[in-house]
C-alpha cells in the first residue's frame, strides 16, 4: 500500500469513527459525512489521474455534485431541528413521532 493509499484510506476511517463515536451534536455527524466524502473525492481524481483516461474523468466531478447536494439537505436539516426542537443535539431528537 502506498502512501497515498493510506492517507485517503485513514482520512476515510477517521470519518467513520468520528461518525461512529461522537454523535452528540447534528453538526458534527454531518461535518463527518463531509471529510468522508472529500476523501472518497480526492482519491477518485487520483486514481483517475494515474489511470490517464477520459472515461473517468468525469466520476470525481459527478461525486463532488453528490457531496454539496448532501451537504446542503444536511444543513437544511440542521437549520429545521434547531428552530423545531431548539438544540442540535441527537438525543432530543425523536423521529417516530409526528
Known amino acids: 500500500m502506498s502512501l497515498t ?22 453538526l458534527s455527524a454531518l461535518l463527518c459525512l463531509e471529510g468522508m466524502m472529500l476523501s472518497l473525492f480526492t482519491a477518485l481524481a ?8 477520459s472515461v473517468f474523468s468525469a466520476a470525481p466531478m459527478l461525486l463532488l ?3 454539496a447536494c448532501e ?3 444536511g444543513l437544511a436539516l440542521l437549520v429545521a431541528t434547531a428552530r423545531t426542537h431548539g438544540t442540535d443535539h441527537l438525543q432530543n431528537l425523536n423521529l417516530l413521532q409526528c
Open 5 to 26: 493509499q493510506f492517507s485517503f484510506s485513514s482520512a476515510f476511517i477517521l470519518g467513520l469513527i468520528g461518525l461512529a463515536f461522537h454523535r452528540t451534536h447534528l
Open 46 to 53: 487520483l486514481w483517475a489521474l494515474q489511470l490517464e483516461s
Open 65 to 67: 455534485t453528490f457531496s
Open 71 to 73: 451537504a446542503s439537505v
